[in-house]
């Protein structure tokens, strides 16, 4: 399980609030960047806990657009890395199975039209109840085949106006302050010698401890 605690200077947040900027967090994979915002939190306080639990759920949307909202049209399944699952000819989810490849990287075998992948991870905020939400959606339709995903413990967090949960950000501008969105801070759990960040968010930047 992996933790983050995020502390917002007072001053900082009061405006945030009064502005509605809602607290986000978005993952990602080897492969692209962050393309789906996980949650969109309006209610946060001076120090916020994030739990990331390492379970998984696959899922695939038939359609996605910029700034869209996503609609899976089946139930995500289960899956841990090192399993495959299919995507039938009539849409369907199989149970998983475990893979012959990459143990670390989960695998999607589809036969039915192209589609865009994605994966739910656990997470909970401020010890409230447990929830899967979207932590990664391919930017690009994968064809009739395999296709293979590495999910990163890697996560950005930023403030942002008229963000939604599950809000597709195909054209992300990370760096770019203004337009109802504040910088995003980067977490690499890879790069760090802890299951546990510490970030602040302090005159409208971000110190990492």
Same mark, same amino acid.
């Given at each position: 399980?992996?933790?983050?605690?995020?502390?917002?200077?007072?001053?900082?947040?009061?405006?945030?609030?009064?502005?509605?900027?809602?607290?986000?967090?978005?993952?990602?994979?080897?492969?692209?960047?962050?393309?789906?915002?996980?949650?969109?939190?309006?209610?946060?306080?001076?120090?916020?806990?994030?739990?990331?639990?390492?379970?998984?759920?696959?899922?695939?949307?038939?359609?996605?657009?910029?700034?869209?909202?996503?609609?899976?049209?089946?139930?995500?399944?289960?899956?841990?890395?090192?399993?495959?699952?299919?995507? %039938?000819? &009539?849409?369907? @989810?199989?149970?998983?199975? /475990?893979?012959?490849? =990459?143990?670390?990287?989960?695998?999607?075998?589809? !036969?039915?039209?192209?589609?865009?992948?994605?994966?739910?991870?656990?997470?909970?905020?401020?010890?409230?109840?447990?929830?899967?939400?979207?932590?990664?959606?391919?930017?690009?339709?994968?064809?009739?085949?395999r296709y293979s995903i590495k999910m990163l413990e890697c996560v950005q967090i930023w403030f942002e106006q008229k963000a939604? %949960?599950? &809000?597709?950000? @195909?054209?992300?501008?990370? /760096?770019?302050?203004? =337009?109802?969105?504040?910088?995003?801070?980067?977490? !690499?759990?890879?790069?760090?010698?802890?299951?546990?960040?510490?970030?602040?968010?302090?005159n409208k930047n971000w110190i990492k401890k």
């Amino acid at each position: 399980m992996k933790e983050i605690i995020i502390k917002i200077n007072e001053q900082d947040r009061v405006e945030l609030l009064t502005n509605q900027y809602r607290l986000c967090m978005a993952g990602r994979d080897r492969d692209y960047e962050y393309h789906v915002i996980g949650f969109a939190e309006v209610d946060y306080y001076e120090q916020n806990l994030i739990h990331l639990e390492d379970l998984y759920q696959v899922f695939y949307c038939v359609n996605i657009k910029d700034r869209g909202i996503l609609f899976p049209p089946m139930t995500p399944r289960a899956i841990s890395p090192g399993q495959q699952i299919e995507i %039938s000819k &009539m849409g369907e @989810l199989s149970s998983p199975t /475990q893979s012959q490849e =990459a143990k670390d990287e989960i695998h999607i075998i589809n !036969n039915y039209i192209s589609v865009y992948p994605g994966i739910k991870r656990s997470f909970s905020l401020n010890n409230g109840t447990s929830q899967y939400i979207p932590t990664f959606i391919a930017p690009y339709a994968a064809l009739v085949g395999r296709y293979s995903i590495k999910m990163l413990e890697c996560v950005q967090i930023w403030f942002e106006q008229k963000a939604e %949960s599950g &809000m597709v950000i @195909l054209n992300n501008t990370r /760096q770019i302050v203004g =337009a109802g969105k504040t910088l995003a801070v980067e977490i !690499n759990f890879s790069e760090l010698q802890t299951q546990q960040a510490i970030v602040t968010y302090h005159n409208k930047n971000w110190i990492k401890k």
